[in-house]
């Protein structure tokens, strides 16, 4: 999983500074890659299973309730970034928000693609987001 993750999260440029990448590559993409496919899966979880069938919530199944779990899946993703960072104490540098706009980013697919495994086992929401 580290070599995945690692890969991953390399795809924007090596940590800066290059004193921190191993803490980066040992520590800090692990947590990231793991949090964030599990914030994921709860948000999407929540989204089609507890609220959309267990619930039966027949008026929170428009798109634009979806994008609201999308967007507040990315703010998490960004948020647990900069947490991630500084309980590891890195250095703090420009690479930390730019890790975390990329993580945000990869929260987005990641809800994305849960969206499609779970829409089916919704009642209400079995068409959103398409």
Avoid: C
Wanted: avoid cysteine; glycine fraction near 6%; proline fraction near 5%.
């Amino acid at each position: 999983m580290k070599a995945f993750f690692r890969f991953l999260y390399e795809l924007i440029g090596n940590p800066q500074p290059p004193a921190d990448t191993p803490v980066y590559r040992d520590v800090i993409f692990p947590n990231l890659g793991l949090l964030n496919l599990g914030v994921s899966a709860g948000l999407a979880l929540v989204f089609y299973l507890l609220i959309n069938r267990a619930m039966g919530v027949a008026t929170f199944n428009k798109g634009r309730h979806w994008s609201i779990f999308l967007v507040l899946n990315a703010l998490i993703a960004f948020v647990v970034t900069i947490w991630q960072t500084n309980a590891q104490q890195v250095t703090d540098h420009s690479y930390i928000y730019w890790l975390a706009t990329w993580n945000a980013i990869l929260g987005l697919a990641w809800f994305f693609t849960f969206s499609l495994l779970f829409k089916r086992a919704s009642t209400n929401a079995s068409t959103t987001p398409f």
